[in-house]
């Protein structure tokens, strides 16, 4: 939500002196929803003042959970504006008609949890989904002890169970202390059911935009839509790292990803420690080579998942408010036969041995190295006079000292260069 739609809903605000009607235009909202937004009563120097944007945040968000403490009758018209304002950020949400938000955020209720407490146990029915308002949940899968997925605010738990009918798919921890809105099974059903399965025929649809995916049978397409669950990343995060089993394929629907895998290799560094004399040492480098960007209606993850390997490579979230479609390796199995993972197979992306990758790598290094050093020289930084006794000529000095500079100056873009070769 950007600050400009962000509802009024601290008193605190309410109060500020600038703004006389502002107390008329509150009391009129608590009978009657309207559509203030902070840029309507705020000077907009004020509201582009990091320090003020970072308290109004913080303020909105306690505000959502104070707002759902309360009973439903006791919320006025605006609280329950600000609730649903807040959801329709949420992509789980974000397709319901506003009607149906707001009847939705009526009933959400804050709950709290303590770092490390249990919020969904694997294998109990459902009774409730959550969405997260502050803190983080992972998602541990069958007794692992490494979370599968880290959901952070504005995701979503425990939908899986209310959707399909079936038992808690995963359990799921408070990694932080945890504050939710919960919407009870009964809720759901009655409300937010209809809405959900038009959104799955919405995902159903897009899926068909998706490679691959286009050719599918509809009865696979209807497990498909069924059985995905949609989260949404923010910049920088991984949706998965090295090492880690291969539980799931990832399909994009808004954003991108980058996919990565590191290269080791052995730097050999003399360093002097006489006159004339070196001392070497092998230092152990790793550098990450970008090989592949993803954008909407492509999907990555498949290969390991295929191969029954850890990965490989690792996945990283490069724009904010990514929101990527999640299959299960089970809902995967069944969807796709040997042929088509053998088809996938031979469509992903090639990832080249490391040494290929130690080779390119190194190749790229030295292409830097020899233009610095032909720089260092065009430079020509050692003149000297050539008369020993004669005092140094004015002119020669400011050729030395621009020399110099100016090889520092290509030195230090060469050396970031070098630094970042990992990610030509
Ligand atoms: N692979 C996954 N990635 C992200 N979230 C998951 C994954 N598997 C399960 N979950 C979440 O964990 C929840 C456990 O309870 P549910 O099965 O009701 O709903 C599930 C999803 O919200």
């Known amino acids: 939500m950007s600050e400009e739609n962000f509802p009024i809903l601290s008193p605190r605000l309410s109060n500020h002196r600038s703004t006389p009607t502002l107390k008329k235009q509150f009391f009129v909202a608590d ?118 997925a880290i959901k952070h605010p504005r995701n979503v738990v425990g939908e899986a169970a209310l959707e ?81 089993s291969a539980h799931h394929l990832y399909i994009i629907k808004q954003g991108s990803v980058l996919l990565e895998a590191p290269v080791c290799f052995d730097q050999y560094k003399k360093i002097p420690s006489s006159l004339r004399e070196w001392n070497g040492s092998d230092t152990r480098r790793e550098m990450n080579q970008i090989l592949k960007y993803y954008g909407p209606a492509e999907f990555f993850g498949e290969r390991e998942m295929i191969l029954g390997i850890p990965r490989d490579t690792q996945a990283v979230v490069t724009a904010d408010r990514t929101v990527l479609y999640i299959l299960s390796k089970q809902s995967f199995d069944l969807i796709f036969s040997h042929s088509d993972k053998a088809k996938m197979l031979k469509n992903s992306v090639c990832r080249p041995t490391s040494k290929e990758m130690r080779e390119n790598i190194t190749k790229k290094v030295e292409a830097i190295n020899t233009k610095l050093n032909s720089l260092l020289n065009a430079c020509d930084i050692n003149v000297r006079p050539t008369d020993r006794s004669s005092t140094i000529d004015r002119k020669i000095i400011r050729k030395v000292t621009w020399a110099r500079s100016l090889a520092q100056r290509y030195k230090d873009d060469l050396t970031k260069e070098l630094n970042t070769v990992g990610d030509l």
């Open 164 to 244: 399909n009918a079936v038992v808690r798919t995963a359990t799921v921890k408070a990694e932080t202390d945890l504050i939710v809105l919960a919407l009870s099974c009964i809720d759901y059903l009655q409300f937010a059911q209809k809405e959900r399965q038009r959104e799955k025929h919405e995902i159903k649809v897009f899926l068909k935009t998706a490679s691959f995916f286009k050719d599918l049978l509809p009865s696979k397409l209807e497990i498909l839509g069924n059985t995905i669950l949609v989260m949404e990343y923010s910049k920088n995060q991984n949706v998965y790292k090295l090492d880690e």
């Open 31 to 148: 009978f009657k929803i309207m559509p203030y937004t902070f840029d309507s009563v705020i000077p907009r120097w004020l509201l582009d003042r990091r320090d003020f944007k970072d308290r109004l945040k913080q303020l909105t968000r306690t505000d959502i959970a104070n707002i759902c403490s309360k009973l439903s009758e006791e919320r006025s018209g605006f609280e329950k504006e600000s609730v649903a304002k807040w959801i329709k950020d949420c992509p789980y949400f974000s397709s319901m008609s506003n009607r149906k938000l707001l009847e939705i955020s009526n009933l959400l209720k804050t709950h709290c949890f303590v770092k490390g407490a249990n919020v969904i146990k694997e294998g109990e029915i459902g009774d409730c989904l959550y969405v997260i308002l502050k803190g983080q949940a992972g998602i541990y899968l069958g007794g692992i002890t490494q979370p599968i």
